[in-house]
Nanobody, 126 residues
Framework: QMQLVESGGGLVQAGGSLRLSCAAS????????MAWFRQASGKEREFVAA????????YYADSMKGRFTISRDNAKNTVYLQMNSLKPEDTANYYC???????????????????WGQGTQVTVSS
């Protein structure tokens, strides 16, 4: 079992930045692919970004490319999401998730991820 705890969400003006963190409880954190998803009120959960076990591979949803950066620090059991140039449409609850399967391609499908955090709310005002 792995616990994931997100932090760093909050209220920010459009054009601003936030850095989300997700701390994992397991010492085998480095063997898990990690991802961020988000879910806006009344909408389905949406893929944001993923990073491979070593951090060497990343993948982003098209609307996040160039604005968001996913990274990880395996020594700290933590994955990050740096969000820049935020827009009101980025408002959502952001979740981190862990995938215990080593995949050739990073998955964008929520069902690929075994463990989930409780989420952290990001609100972008116009």
């Amino acid at each position: 079992q792995m616990q994931l705890v997100e932090s760093g969400g909050g209220l920010v003006q459009a054009g601003g930045s936030l850095r989300l963190s997700c701390a994992a409880s397991k010492r085998t954190f480095g063997s898990y692919g990690m991802a961020w998803f988000r879910q806006a009120s009344g909408k389905e959960r949406e893929f944001v970004a993923a990073v491979s076990q070593s951090g060497g591979r990343t993948y982003y949803a098209d609307s996040m490319k160039g604005r968001f950066t996913i990274s990880r620090d395996n020594a700290k059991n933590t994955v990050y999401l740096q969000m820049n140039s935020l827009k009101p449409e980025d408002t959502a609850n952001y979740y981190c998730a862990a995938d215990r399967v080593v995949r050739r391609e990073l998955s964008v499908v929520p069902t690929s991820y075994t463990y989930w955090g409780q989420g952290t709310q990001v609100t972008v005002s116009s």
